[in-house]
């Protein structure tokens, strides 16, 4: 082989080097599939996540598990709310869930119900799908949820994303509310 051939065919792998490498770290960088599954502590939840994602301390006394984007920007976490005397019922649980996220926020006049709550069967559990944005330490967010009742209390799962982040945050949230599991 003469050194003209040799040197093409090394400049020629050095550009699939390249090219690959570049499709790799894009790859990498925006890889969003859901595909990896995390389960509680007591093992009767799962759930699937983006392979990326890591699982994190719940924000809350009634977390009982939760899960972040690799960059902290999304946020997924499954809570149970005990029943209370004064909620007859799961829209008023609902109701007043979003009050209190209301509440909680920045300013409660800025929060906006983007989809009401409506009626959702979720793995055989039916229940209330909504979304919310609001503003939580001066951050406006949106929020994904999914409630419904158990003898337990009222399980929620919440997905939270920066509002406006990124164009496939919803598919995001929706593919996790999607593939929560009760055991």
Known sequence: MSIKKFLILILVLLVCLGGGLMLYQKLDSDFTQIGRQ????????????????????TSSDSGIMAAQSSDG??????????????????????????????????NNEAQVIV????????????????????????????????CYSTNSGFIHIDVTAPRNEADNDQDIALGIINSLHQQ
Not at 39 to 57: L, N, Q, Y
Not at 124 to 144: A, P, V, Y
Request: charged share 25%; no cysteine.
């Open 115 to 146: 989809t009401s709550p409506k009626k959702k069967t979720l793995d055989k559990h039916h229940g209330l799908f909504f979304e919310l944005e609001t503003i939580s330490d001066d951050i406006e967010i949106h929020i994904w949820s999914f």
């Open 73 to 106: 920007a999304m946020f997924m976490q499954i809570s149970l709310d005990a029943h209370s005397s004064n909620e007859s019922s799961l829209d008023e649980h609902v109701s007043n869930y979003i009050k209190q996220i209301a509440q909680n926020s920045d």
């Open 38 to 57: 995390i389960e509680s502590a007591d093992g009767h939840f799962t759930v699937s996540v983006p392979i990326k994602w890591v699982e994190t301390a």
